[in-house]
């Protein structure tokens, strides 16, 4: 067994995805990792996401780690504020800021083939290698920002729902928010009642259904605490309703999508009394096709006298407001931009260069792909958490991440324990495994319309064509006999070369 020292792995990323494969390498007594993170602190989407209102919509008792549950969520679905604290808790616990460099962001990774190791080029400027590398960088990291005329020139302040401005206080001012997305079912019911108007932008109206949201008396938070058993019972149950309703949510049929109309239009008629407004807010795209949001309260905003509904499209922003294509002047103080992610996982979140100086953007030209969303053939001993094909439309994604770094872990223990230089994931089992995943997509709801789920060209390498438990019974484990094994000695170099060769590939380079 090689010296810790001797095998660095690096974890790019600190959000859930970063933290859970820190944890699960501690248990494996795999300490040699370092955690790189651009920010200043930990968290991701939960350090970022800090608008009022952000919250999960999968409940937390399965939108949380396994293998650390909380008993204390103080409602079924947590605030933002709320899981960046049980993420910084988690942290805390096992002591993981001694393995991170907050503030360093990678900018550049490149294999040597030779030496089976991933070269990082760091924001810094300094170069780190690394046997392994665990890429936990998200997929909705960067906030989109719409490309509206005359944004520069509106006088107010102007802020993206990710990057939320606590600085500016909308108490009675006239606030616009544009989008009606995920982010805006949120944001808008939590900023209405301070504000002096909400008036919100819609293109397309979106299906939204029930959260039955509420706190968890402290009884219950008690019980689960004392007796781990129903907390990992009520993970259960919730975890497998999600999966028993998913197909409403992601197969193609039209009984189910008549299922989804209905429960969104029940929740749209006990919140909204006013025939008119009903019509304005109800979608006619396929249920399902786009992403299906939650919320108790957000369409019954729309019946307050100062929240107003505007469905003509936006032709400018100007100093003193919005401008519609009707030719009316929407004025406000404040513009809020609820206009979502760059889909992170289209293209490679840095130059990534692999066997042969081929770039994973090179190799991601035709849409991105990947074996079970984790590993593309090429680019050794790099495993990617929330990669293509991987994102859930109907329950918690970390399901999916925990199959992966279950996956990496076992990969990593391959490696580590026959000395191998690499792992590489056979062109072969990668084409015939996106074969079956494209085949399969042809089943499900989301071709039938514009969603951000989709490439330019119409294909989906976002979602997950299925059951979250059979992705985690298809992914969970590195089977070797997929994988291109290699040696050291495998090459001529190699074997014209005496010294220890796990050595010579870390050498010259400070390490992980
Ligand atoms: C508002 C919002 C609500 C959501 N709600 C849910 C939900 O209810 N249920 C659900 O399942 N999912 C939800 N998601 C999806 C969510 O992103 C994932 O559930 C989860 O947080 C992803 O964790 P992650 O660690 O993979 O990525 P992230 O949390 O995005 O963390 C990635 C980290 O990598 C860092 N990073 C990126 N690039 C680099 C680099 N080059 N070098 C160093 N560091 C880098 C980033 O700074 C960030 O800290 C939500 C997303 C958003 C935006």
């Not at 309260?297 to 929240?307: G, H, K, M, P, Q």
């Not at 919005?322 to 406000?332: C, Q, V």
Request: aromatic fraction near 12%; proline fraction near 5%.
């Amino acid at each position: 067994m090689q010296r810790d020292t001797d095998f660095p792995i690096a974890i790019i990323g600190a959000g859930f995805a970063g933290i859970g494969a820190a944890i699960q390498l501690i248990k494996a007594g795999v300490e040699s990792f370092t955690i790189f993170e651009r920010a200043g602190e930990i968290g991701g989407t939960w350090r970022d996401n800090t608008y009022p209102g952000a919250a999960c919509d999968v409940p937390s008792h399965v939108y949380s780690l396994s293998f650390e549950q909380n008993p204390n969520w103080s409602q079924r679905y947590a605030t933002s504020g709320e899981i960046q604290e049980y993420l910084l808790d988690v942290v805390a616990k096992w002591n993981l800021r001694q393995y991170m460099r907050l503030d360093t962001e990678i900018v550049e990774a490149r294999f040597d083939e030779d030496a089976g190791a991933w070269a990082l080029q760091t924001s810094r400027g300094d170069r780190f290698k690394a046997r392994v590398v665990i890429a936990g960088v998200g997929g909705l990291v960067d906030p989109s920002y719409p490309e509206i005329p005359g944004m520069s020139d509106f006088e107010g302040d102007m802020m993206h729902t990710a990057r939320w401005n606590h600085g500016v206080d909308l108490a009675d001012k006239r606030v616009s928010v544009i989008g009606t997305g995920a982010s805006a079912v949120q944001v808008v019911p939590s900023i209405a009642p301070i504000v002096a108007l909400l008036t919100v932008f819609q293109r397309t109206p979106a299906w939204v259904v029930a959260k039955f949201d509420g706190f968890y008396p402290r009884w219950v938070k008690k019980l689960l605490a004392r007796f781990p058993f129903f907390l990992r019972a009520s993970r259960f149950v919730k975890y497998w309703v999600s999966e028993i309703r998913g197909p409403i949510v992601f197969y193609n049929s039209r009984l189910l999508s008549a299922i989804g109309v209905l429960l969104s239009k029940w929740n749209l008629r006990r919140q909204v009394k006013d025939p008119e407004l009903r019509k304005k807010l109800t979608p006619t795209f396929q249920f399902g096709c786009k992403r299906v949001l939650v919320s108790d309260d957000y369409w019954a905003t729309f019946e307050r006298d100062d929240v107003e509904l505007v469905t003509d499209s936006i032709e400018r922003i100007e100093a003193k407001g919005i401008r519609t294509n009707d030719g009316k002047l929407h004025e406000a103080d404040a513009i809020v931009l609820a206009t979502g992610f760059k889909l992170g996982l289209a293209t490679a979140p840095f130059p990534i260069i692999g066997r042969g100086g081929k770039t994973l953007d090179q190799a991601w030209s035709g849409g991105a792909v990947a074996y079970k969303g984790m590993t593309v053939s090429g680019f050794p001993n790099w495993f990617i958490m929330m990669g293509p094909n991987t994102g859930p439309g109907h329950t918690s994604v970390l399901v999916y991440t925990e199959a992966q770094i279950a996956h990496a872990l076992e990969a990593i223990e391959k490696i580590r324990d026959e000395n191998l230089k690499y792992v590489d994931i056979r062109q072969d089992v990668q084409d015939r495994y996106n074969e079956g995943i494209q085949k399969r997509m042809k089943h499900m709801v989301w071709g039938g319309c514009k969603s951000w789920y989709l490439s330019p060209d119409g294909s989906n390498h976002s979602l997950y064509p299925g059951f979250a438990a059979e992705y985690v019974l298809r992914a969970r484990h590195f089977r070797p006999e997929e994988y291109e094994l290699a040696r050291y000695g495998d090459t001529v170099a190699d074997v014209a070369d005496e010294r220890d060769p796990a050595a010579r590939a870390l050498e010259g380079v400070e390490t992980a």
